[in-house]
């Protein structure tokens, strides 16, 4: 099997094939937050394409080819999400029901809880893993 770094340079296809790979699966965390908003699509593909585009630039962006067929992101013993990039996907106009929010809040509070202790543990954490739809069997 190849392995393919992801440089920088590519790092908006790499979000793309985020959105595309959750989305196509209804992924259940994109399904609670955003299911019961009309612009639903959009929402969910902006949270997915963020998973990617906010991380460190030290994480280690990995797939398995120059076409991006499958993607994955780790982070090495002792990086944290501390060095991550702040970025919001949504604006407040954005939802048009007020539970979004609420529902938000409880997923980065459970993430946080997850998350707490990487970078403590002498192992790498595996941020992200998507597939493409048309290549998975």
Known sequence: MT??????SRLDEMA??????FITN?????????DHVLNHLELKKRFF???VTSCS???LRLASSEKMEAIRIWFPSGMWHDEDAEVDPF???DFT???TFTRLGAVGRIIAELTAGIGNDPQ????LVAVRPDYMD
Do not use: C, N, T
């Open 91 to 93: 604006r407040p106009e």
């Open 16 to 21: 793309d094939v985020s959105a595309e790979a």
């Open 26 to 34: 209804k992924d259940p965390i994109g399904s609670f937050l955003f």
């Open 57 to 59: 630039p030290g994480a």
């Open 124 to 127: 790498w954490y595996l941020h």
């Open 97 to 99: 029901d007020p539970e």
């Open 3 to 8: 392995v393919y770094e992801v440089p920088l």
């Open 49 to 51: 394409r963020s998973l």
